[in-house]
C-alpha cells in the first residue's frame, strides 16, 4: 500500500439505526479525505451487518474509498470489501490471508513491539497502534505513546494507523511523528459541538 495524502481511517459507529448515519457519510465522503471506512458493529448479526454492509460499499466505491471489515474475513469476503482488521483475538493472519488472497489485512498490535514484529512476519498489510489518547469508544487497556510509533518506523515500511481519542487539538502530532493513517470514531460519530462532516473537515 502507498503512502496516501488522505490520511483519515474512520471507523463506524457501534451501531447505524437510521438513514441519517448515510446522510452523513456521503457528506464525509464528498471532502474527499478519507482513505478507509471500517465497518465495526460489534453487536449485530452477521445478516444484518451483511445488509449494512451492503450499502455502504456502494457509497465507498462511488467516492473511492477502502471498505474495511472489523474482525470477520468470511464477511468481508462475501462483501467482496477491500480488506479486513483483526484484532489479536481474530483469526490469525495466515487464516484471513487464505479466504481474502490479495485483499488488505490489517493488525491491531496496540503498544507491543513483540506484536508489531509479529505482524511484519505474517506480512500483515497495515499495523494498527494505540490507544495514544483516552477514548469513548471502547476501554483501553493498552496505553501507546509517540515512542513506539518511532520504534515501529525504524522497523517497517508497512503502514501505521494510530488510534484511539483522535480529535482535532491532537492528530497533528500523531502525523509529524510519521503515522500514516489516523483512525477517528468518538471524535466524529459523538461530537456535542459539530456534525460528523465538520469535525472530519477540520483535520486538514
Not at 474495511?68 to 477491500?82: E, G, H, S, Y
Not at 481474502?100 to 497495515?126: E, F, Q, R, W
Request: glycine share 4%; with cysteine.
Amino acid at each position: 500500500m502507498k503512502k496516501i495524502s488522505k490520511f483519515i481511517y474512520i471507523i463506524s459507529p457501534d451501531r447505524i439505526k437510521n438513514q441519517i448515519f448515510y446522510d452523513n457519510l456521503v457528506k464525509i465522503f464528498k471532502l474527499g479525505q478519507i482513505s478507509f471506512f471500517q465497518l465495526r458493529l460489534k453487536k449485530e448479526d452477521n445478516r444484518n451487518i451483511i445488509s449494512i454492509g451492503k450499502k455502504i460499499k456502494k457509497l465507498c466505491k462511488k467516492y473511492n474509498v477502502k471498505l474495511i471489515i472489523n474482525d470477520n474475513p468470511v464477511i468481508a469476503k462475501k462483501l467482496n470489501a477491500d480488506g479486513c482488521h483483526l484484532g489479536q483475538s481474530d483469526p490469525s493472519v495466515s487464516r484471513a490471508r487464505k479466504i481474502l488472497k490479495k485483499k488488505i489485512i490489517g493488525v491491531t498490535c496496540h503498544n507491543s513491539i513483540k506484536l508489531i514484529k509479529k505482524a511484519i512476519k505474517n506480512k500483515a498489510d497495515y499495523i494498527a497502534l494505540g490507544a495514544f489518547y483516552s477514548t469513548k469508544t471502547k476501554k483501553v487497556k493498552h496505553r501507546a505513546n509517540i515512542k513506539i510509533l518511532k520504534k515501529a518506523k525504524k522497523m517497517t515500511n508497512i503502514p501505521l494507523v494510530a488510534i484511539g481519542g483522535i480529535n482535532f487539538k491532537n492528530y497533528k502530532n500523531l502525523l509529524l511523528n510519521k503515522a500514516n493513517f489516523l483512525a477517528i470514531s468518538s471524535y466524529v460519530w459523538k461530537n456535542k459541538k459539530l456534525k460528523p462532516y465538520e469535525a472530519v473537515k477540520k483535520l486538514k
